[in-house]
């Protein structure tokens, strides 16, 4: 073999010698999760607030803590919020949602229904994971609220500074 490479062509003569292990591309076969009455279950989070989820084939009804969607999330961009991951995937009205949430917000809550949904169809039918993976909504979005430093008036802000 060539202790130092000088030139292009000694370089094409060294890596045709040399034959490089072809990698293959590794699959994962995922199997459908459900329970024995053929739901799939997950659990979302965003900001303070925790999702559980659990979505079974039906006609698109979404319970959230024993309340119409409508009725729990009253203002339409939080309710266009948990449609989201059902647009992506391509299964509108076909899955009903049972969802108990806590904690947070409104904001926040439909934002942890939104990922526990995303996740519960994703083990549901592993065929959805690349759309909804491509959309983001199997990421848990990690922002929260940043804590009080003492000195500061919140997190950041400062008294109002006096020279004298």
Known sequence: ???????????????????APAAAPVEINREPVRDALGRAYATGKRKDAVARVWIKPGSGKVIVNGKEMSVYFARPVLQMILRQPFQVAGVVDQFDVMAT???GGLSGQAGAVKHGVSKALQLYDPTLRAALKAAG????????????????????????????
């Open 137 to 164: 909504f199997l990421t848990r979005d990690s922002r929260v609220v940043e804590r009080k430093k003492y000195g500061k008036a919140k997190a950041r802000k400062s008294f109002q500074f006096s020279k004298r």
């Open 1 to 19: 073999m060539v202790d130092q490479v000088n030139s292009l062509e000694e370089l094409g003569q060294v890596a045709e010698g040399v034959e």
């Open 101 to 103: 949430v806590a904690g």
